[in-house]
Nanobody
Framework: QVQLVESGGGLVQAGGSLRLSCAAS????????MGWYRQAPGKQRELVAI???????NYADSVKGRFIISRDNAKNTVYLQMNSLKPEDAAVYYC??????????WGQGMQVTVSS
């Protein structure tokens, strides 16, 4: 059973930084694509960043140059370093694991609040 446990969310002032973490268990972590998504009130869930098993990354245009996704396969953990946060970055952030067989798993989600 795959489990994703997220941590690091919270309240930050605009311009500040947060680092989100997501620890995975129950899967061979290194072979999966890992990602971060977010959902703001009244909006659809959107991709923030993904990182492949080979370390290739892709970002939403809105976070390019500010956010960095990384992974530590030895710790079965994916990170999202969020810098220069803006009020529009406020959302519930979800960790995602996509297996090579196309199965998606989601974390429970955690709130990121950015005060202006």
């Amino acid at each position: 059973q795959v489990q994703l446990v997220e941590s690091g969310g919270g309240l930050v002032q605009a311009g500040g930084s947060l680092r989100l973490s997501c620890a995975a268990s129950g899967s061979t972590f290194s072979i999966n694509v890992m990602g971060w998504y977010r959902q703001a009130p009244g909006k659809q869930r959107e991709l923030v960043a993904i990182i492949t098993s080979g370390g290739s990354t892709n970002y939403a245009d809105s976070v390019k140059g500010r956010f960095i996704i990384s992974r530590d396969n030895a710790k079965n953990t994916v990170y999202l370093q969020m810098n220069s946060l803006k009020p529009e970055d406020a959302a519930v952030y979800y960790c995602n694991l996509l297996t090579p067989w196309g199965v998606n798993y989601w974390g429970q989600g955690m709130q990121v609040t950015v005060s202006s």
